[in-house]
């Protein structure tokens, strides 16, 4: 199938075919003076009209001139939670009368009973790329995380090229942006990726077919009769210059030439006590970046103490217990978590699965309460490394 | 055991490998051989320190009087490499032990007398600085080993 | 992620705040495991913790874990009433792979509880003691009473020509043995061999000390294996807590030999 241009409406019908294949459609919608991912049934549904404004340490949501429906750079999460929940039941026990008892009853939780298949709609390129390196961290790996296995399963990929990047961007850096799959980095199959274009040939959606299931949908759509004409030359030169514009507005940038050796040697850099002089280790950058995947277990007990379930939540390498043994924390100090984390994702990620684990998002900037700003630090480093 | 004079014995004890011979003539002459029986003490915490061994055979456990009893703090064994040698008391003013020293099992060693060998250091320089330089190593080897174990690692320090 | 049920079939007490807990399958076979491997132990509703396997790794007896009673979970371990279910996930990690030993001369050096997962890689050696030269173990313990596995030590040393020398912090009434650092009997172990290989296992300081001591009595780096210990949570590389850099020590280690270690050994907090 051709790339082919969708109207508003053809995108509606496009959502709609979705649900009637049994997809729950997950899109960007407004909540909370942000935008974040939430149920699409009808493009209402989407922040028509709605920009972003993000900087180190802010995020405001304000009105735009213009009836766009993805004029915005990140939200506030990425598709992460989507696939791997900030918290669930990985198995529970019973026990026959309290936790001596010989009749203990172990049942793994079926994770995605009731769970319909996810549509994603409008995972913009560095969300798209994040998830390409999840499926490897969590997948590709000795014994990979079956109930991320289950619900990564069968999802359908609707991404879009990010028209409107935010101060705080820099996915060109990381070869992860602005146009779904572009770039030397990693990037997650999609099944199908759309460019919004609004020029004087109208508001239209320029779609490029990713997988034989996108072809499909797209086919499907054609045989009702929706309007979704082959892509003439003059769209695919829109669609471009969309992607030019939003490479030259990139807000940041970050240089990733030699950064493992420089991270890696930088181990005692004098640049941590600085940052650990503002890092509140408040842990919010984990909790907004679409790559980190750390957790921790713990065990909910009923009152009754016969009913044992195994949680698995969200962790942070900035929380002091994190690295705990026996005796006392690996990392004590704020200084050596900040560097675990940055030196984990510019540097160590790079041996342990051959690719950076940053997209370029910039929501560690954006939500750092602190402003920290990592391609600062970076920077700082470099500098610092160039003086030694 | 092939009979050895001191002389030809020196030599051989790490502590002092490298010294020349002129030296180990030197301290020969103030050396005597000793022996211990398990139990017994070379010497007592107060006493002058009116002596240095070099253990020959043997194990030496140096130990201090606490209210309820004794404890030992340390061990010098004969083959303990690079080391091997009890007291530096006889070194350092004001030439009285610090702690008590016995014998753990069967020991022999060669005692020399303090007041000699600090005499031989005075006249010569040179085998002062060699001697004194040993000393100090072994000094530095137990001093790691105190501060290490104060750590407590195996009581749960990562 | 799900465990495996476990019964306890008898506890003993190894010393004061030590025991080691006997575990019978409550359905399929024995867990088959390699040395130095690990396994998530738990008690249920209470919480689960990494613990190494300290018995024998070709035995078909009893599933064994010595516990260093020290927290809450190790504390419901080391105390779990026989005939209690505990749940076990494993076993994971890299092993000591002692048989590369075979030919030449093994130390083993081992602190504190430290000695409990290198106990399956002496009993190897034991089992096929003459395809070894010269096997030393040097163990520094606490003080006296804290000696782990008198009976081991001795049946090693009088019925395996293995040279067992046990060293301790603090001496007690009655000790005559050797006081100091496990670190001071590398000077004096006698090889035999040109083939060398070490396994060292205790708390990082001592492993880091004995392993530049093992270097300097001509064993190679890459022969000398140590056995890292992190906050291991999932065992399976998944929820990041046991990295050591670009390491996931639960799926690259716990065993790690010396020259991969050593740059990230010398930093603080890494």
Redesign the interface.
């Known amino acids: 199938m051709d790339t082919r241009i969708l109207t508003t409406d053809g995108l509606q019908a496009l959502v709609d075919a979705l649900h009637a294949r049994g997809f729950e459609v997950m899109g960007p919608v407004v909540r909370d003076g942000a935008i974040a991912f939430g149920r699409v049934r009808a493009l209402t549904d989407l922040p028509a009209g709605w920009g972003d404004e993000q900087e180190p340490g802010r995020y405001r949501l304000h009105r735009r001139d213009d009836p766009l429906l993805f004029a915005f750079a990140a939200g506030v999460q990425s598709a992460k939670p989507l696939f791997f929940p900030a918290q669930e039941v990985l198995w529970r026990v019973r026990a026959g009368d309290g936790e001596a008892s010989p009749t203990v009853e172990l049942t793994p939780v079926a994770v995605t009973a009731g769970e319909a298949p996810v549509a994603v709609l409008g995972v913009r390129s560095c969300d798209l790329a994040a998830i390409g390196i999840q499926d490897t961290v969590l997948l590709r790996r000795t014994y990979g995380d079956a109930a991320y296995a289950l619900r990564r399963e069968g999802t359908f990929v609707v991404a879009v090229t990010c028209s409107h990047p935010a101060d705080t961007c820099f996915c060109v850096s990381m070869g992860t942006g602005p146009r779904p799959g572009a770039g030397p980095g990693p990037a997650a199959p999609y099944d199908l990726a759309m460019t919004e274009v609004s020029d004087e040939l109208g508001h239209r959606f320029v779609v490029e077919v990713g997988s034989d299931r996108g072809a499909d949908l797209l086919a499907e759509l054609v045989a009702r009769g929706v309007d979704a004409a082959e892509a003439r030359p003059a769209d695919r030169v829109a669609a471009d210059r969309v992607v030019a514009e939003a490479t030259a507005r990139m807000g940041r940038r970050l240089d990733t030439d030699g950064l493992k050796e420089l991270l890696y040697a930088a181990a005692e850099s004098p640049v941590w006590d600085e940052v650990a002089s503002r890092c509140l280790a408040c842990g919010n950058c984990t909790q907004v970046c679409p790559t980190c995947f750390c957790t921790d277990v713990r065990d909910v007990t009923d009152l009754t103490g016969g009913l044992v379930e195994r949680e698995r939540v969200w962790d942070s390498c900035f929380d002091a217990e994190y690295s705990y043994i026996h005796g006392g924390s690996v990392r004590a100090s704020t200084r050596s978590r900040y560097r675990q984390w940055l030196t984990h994702k510019l540097a160590a990620w790079e041996d342990q699965f051959g690719m950076s684990g940053c997209v370029g998002c910039g929501r560690c900037i954006t939500w750092c309460p602190a402003a920290i700003d990592l391609t600062a630090e970076v920077a700082a480093l470099r500098d610092e490394g160039g003086r030694a | 055991m092939v009979r050895m004079t001191i002389e030809q014995y020196l030599p051989h004890h790490p502590f002092l490998a490298g010294l020349d011979e002129d030296a180990l003539a030197l301290l020969a002459r103030c050396a005597t051989l000793v022996h211990f029986a398990?139990g017994e003490y070379l010497f007592r915490e107060g006493e002058p320190a009116d002596a240095f061994y070099v253990l020959r055979t043997g194990?030496v456990?140096l130990e201090t009087r606490l209210g309820t009893?004794?404890?030992?703090?340390?061990?010098a064994?004969a083959?303990?490499?690079?080391d091997g040698v009890v007291g530096w008391s006889w070194l350092v003013p004001p030439y009285r032990w610090t702690f008590d020293a016995r014998a753990?099992?069967e020991t022999s060693a060669v005692s020399f007398d303090g007041v000699c060998l600090r005499a031989r250091c005075e006249e010569d320089p040179v085998l002062g600085y060699a001697l004194m330089r040993r000393v100090v190593g072994v000094m530095s080897?137990r001093l790691?080993?105190a501060r290490?174990?104060l750590?407590?690692?195996?009581?749960?320090?990562? | 992620m799900v465990p495996r049920r476990f019964r306890v079939a008898s506890t003993r007490r190894d010393n004061h705040d030590t025991l080691t807990v006997q575990l019978e399958p409550c359905e399929g076979g024995p867990l088959a495991f390699a040395a130095g491997q690990f396994t998530m132990l738990q008690v249920f509703g209470v919480g689960e913790v990494p613990i190494s396997i300290s018995g024998d790794p070709r035995g078909s007896g009893p599933l064994q874990h010595t516990i260093r009673d020290v927290g809450s979970v190790s504390h419901a371990l080391a105390f779990a009433a026989p005939g209690q279910v505990l749940g076990v996930r494993g076993p994971y990690g890299t092993g000591w792979e002692v048989a590369d030993g075979k030919g030449g001369d093994v130390v083993l050096v081992a602190g504190g509880i430290g000695l409990a997962p290198l106990r399956p890689a002496l009993l190897e050696i034991c089992a096929e003691r003459d395809d070894y030269e010269r096997v030393s173990l040097l163990y520094g313990a606490r003080t006296p009473s804290d000696v782990l596995f008198a009976d081991d030590l001795r049946s090693w040393a009088e019925d395996h020509r293995i040279t067992v020398e046990v060293i301790v912090d603090r001496g007690e009434a009655g000790w005559t043995g050797r006081i100091g650092l496990v670190t001071q009997l590398i000077g004096k172990v006698a090889f035999g061999a040109d083939q060398r290989l070490a396994l060292v296992c205790g708390p990082e300081v001592m492993m880091r000390h004995s392993a530049v001591a093992l270097v300097a009595r001509g064993v190679e780096p890459q022969r000398v294996r140590l056995s890292m210990e992190r906050n291991m949570k999932c065992g399976v590389g998944l929820c990041g807590h046991c990295q050591l850099r670009e390491l996931f020590l639960c799926l690259d280690g716990p065993v790690l030999p010396f020259d991969r270690l050593e740059p990230l050994m010398s930093r603080a907090e890494l």
């Open positions: 398990p194990r456990a009893g004794s404890q030992v703090l340390d061990t064994d083959d303990d490499p690079g753990v099992s080897t790691h080993s290490v174990r750590l407590d690692l195996y009581g749960g320090r990562p």
